[in-house]
């Protein structure tokens, strides 16, 4: 099936500095990227739609301009994660669907647990 | 407002019996479901899915059943393994750009 690769798996970064995640979708391309966070024992709660070329889409309750989402190729978005604070420390997910194919599975990155000291 | 629930947050199962997972939803607009199998520290991987002209859908040991008027679905996982122990994660494809709406997941732990 489709591949979606996150980078990294986990980070360790001080506060106040930012932190950058990598979303690329392998083998498909993805006009349209999600990033999720999850809270412990919580669901996974979409933050933000990546869209190619064009401004991220952030939920409500979700700061752009902490959460600066890229979406720079078909194949690649970025979130970056700035002047951290230790509340940001979660799970962070992004997903991916192939492009034209919106009722199909949704292909996930690995995640990026990220803590903030 | 949670659009999609799992109300049971845990199932314990004995191998080789069958594991039911529910989960509900509000939105009668929704016409595509998923089903997530998720380990901890990883992202969800998908398992099996559903669309709303079907009320059945059946990969090897999973099954997805849907009953659009109680607006439910459930996964069966028949028989079980300890492997399938993870939590699982129902979701419904929503928003205009068809971004997932997860369930808070239930976690199946299935004995040997």
């Known amino acids: 099936g489709a591949v979606v690769s996150q980078h990294p798996s986990r980070v360790i970064c001080k506060s106040g500095t930012s932190v950058k995640i990598e979303c690329r979708s392998l083998?498909?391309?993805?006009?349209?990227m999600f990033w999720y966070r999850q809270f412990p024992k919580k669901s996974l709660m979409l933050m933000a739609t990546s869209n190619e070329g064009s401004k991220a889409t952030y939920e409500q309750g979700v700061e752009k301009d902490k959460f600066l989402i890229n979406h720079a190729s078909l194949t690649l978005s970025t979130l970056t994660v700035t002047s951290a604070h230790p509340e940001d420390s979660s799970f962070y997910i992004c997903s991916a669907r192939d492009r034209g194919k919106m009722n199909t599975e949704a292909f996930f990155g690995q995640g990026t647990r990220l803590t903030v000291v | 407002d949670q659009q999609v629930k799992q109300n049971s947050p845990s199932l314990s199962v004995q191998e080789g019996r069958i594991s039911i997972l529910n989960c509900d939803y509000t939105?009668?607009?929704?016409?595509?479901f998923l089903w997530y199998k998720k380990y901890p520290a990883e992202g969800p991987t998908f398992l099996i899915s559903?669309?709303?002209?079907?009320d059945k859908n059946e990969d090897g040991r999973f099954t997805v059943f849907l009953n659009k008027s109680a607006k439910h679905l459930s996964l069966h996982i028949v028989p079980s393994q300890p492997g399938d122990s993870a939590v699982y994660f129902c979701?419904?494809?929503?928003?205009?750009?068809?971004?997932?709406?997860f369930g808070k997941g239930t976690k199946l732990s299935v004995k040997p």
């Open positions: 979701a419904a494809v929503g928003g205009s750009q068809g971004n997932l709406i």
């Open positions: 939105n009668s607009m929704f016409d595509y």
């Open positions: 559903i669309s709303s002209i079907k």
């Open positions: 083998d498909f391309q993805a006009t349209t």
